[in-house]
Nanobody, 112 residues
């Protein structure tokens, strides 16, 4: 099984930036960043394939950038221009229907 460890979250003001990292314990393929806000379902916000094709939810398109470093088994999410509605716990996982065990996630809070 793949073990996933997310990091890089924090508290920022609106308009601020954060960069998230997701380190996997072995080779990973098509991956996504997901987020879950309080009282809401977990949603996919960005994805990247093994060949680095990317896709984004409409809510983050043009702001967030997903990338990967396969030598480090790591996926990244750059988040500039953060908004209060981006507040959530962020997770990474495979895009496949059968997920890896979820990591602990990393909390992102956007507030003034």
């Amino acid at each position: 099984q793949v073990r996933l460890v997310e990091s890089g979250g924090g508290l920022v003001q609106p308009g601020g930036s954060l960069g998230l990292s997701c380190a996997a314990s072995r080779t990973i393929f098509n991956m996504g960043w997901y987020r879950q806000a309080p009282g809401k379902q977990r949603e996919l916000v960005a994805s990247i394939t093994r060949t680095s094709n990317t896709n984004y939810a409409d809510s983050v398109k043009g702001r967030f950038t997903i990338s990967r470093d396969d030598a480090k088994n790591t996926v990244y999410l750059q988040m500039p221009s953060l908004k209060p509605e981006d507040t959530a716990v962020y997770y990474c996982n495979t895009l496949a229907s059968v997920k890896y065990p979820w990591g602990q996630g990393t909390q992102v809070t956007v507030s003034s």
